[in-house]
């Protein structure tokens, strides 16, 4: 079983959303799918239900803010992982080697205390105050829940109880654990125009309908009576069917 998270550090599984914030995702999401309801039903019914199902949006939006800030994270450890593997090369302990890697950190985002700088301030903080460096670490990487971050958190702590060349492992784990990375932002680039054209293709469809019942609204009249209504809700759970798997496809996970 894990251990709880120590009260008042960074989570980074959860994101607490200001009201401004919140308030922001409900006028987006009700908006949008308020028009979505209009598009394949002009009908009040269908406004209200779909306006409805935008509720659920801050919560979606939620999610992709906790998904961007441990994506940031993880760029920012595999930077700290660089000065790290160095100072162990260059005869350092473990503890000055995260001392460097934060002031490595300061000249890559000057003005800016990004996470990784605060966590390993943290870190550094709790050693002085006679915490063990495992339990500071372990604590870390419990907060992250990143797969990359417990992997070198694990060797580390392996080594410091059981003994062993330190310097080597932890050198060898950071160079698997970088190569991984640099493997997930090549494939980031690659996909990046896909996403794109992702986000182009679910956008689509709407406009278009749009524009007809703009341009033509004679002609999209029978879509809004009888077994119209009923063609109108099956293709609009084509289209979000559609829509789940495009995502699908685009998270690609190494």
């Not at 959860?14 to 999401?29: H, T």
């Not at 990046?192 to 999209?220: C, T, W, Y």
Request: proline share 3%.
């Amino acid at each position: 079983m894990k251990k709880q998270k120590e009260q008042g550090l960074p989570d980074y599984t959860v994101y607490q959303q200001s009201v401004g914030e919140y308030a922001f995702g409900l006028v987006i999401g009700i908006g949008c799918m308020s028009f979505v309801g209009y598009l394949f039903y002009q009908h009040v019914i269908g406004i209200i239900i779909f306006g409805a199902l935008g509720l659920y949006y801050p919560r979606i939006r939620c999610r992709g803010l906790i998904e961007r800030r441990r994506a940031q994270l993880t760029l920012q450890f595999k930077q700290a992982l660089h000065s790290i593997s160095s100072s162990l090369s260059a005869g350092r302990s473990i503890e000055n080697a995260l001392k460097e890697a934060s002031h490595d950190l300061k000249m890559l985002y000057p003005g800016v205390e990004v996470d990784m700088m605060r966590e390993l301030r943290i870190i550094r903080a709790r050693m002085e105050n006679g915490v063990p460096m495992e339990k500071a670490m372990m604590d870390f990487s419990q907060r992250a829940n990143q797969d990359d971050i417990s992997n070198f958190v694990d060797v580390i702590v392996t080594c410091k109880r059981l003994g062993g060349d330190l310097v080597e492992v932890v050198r060898r784990t950071s160079t698997v654990i970088s190569e991984k990375m640099d493997i997930v932002q090549e494939i980031e680039v690659l996909i990046a125009q896909k996403r794109l054209e992702m986000k182009a293709m679910m956008v689509a469809p709407f406009f278009f309908i749009g524009f007809i019942n703009f341009s033509s609204p004679d002609f999209m009249a029978p879509l809004y009576e009888g077994g119209g209504r009923i063609l109108a809700t099956v293709s609009l759970a084509l289209l979000f069917i559609g829509i789940w798997l495009l995502k699908k496809m685009m998270n690609i996970r190494v």
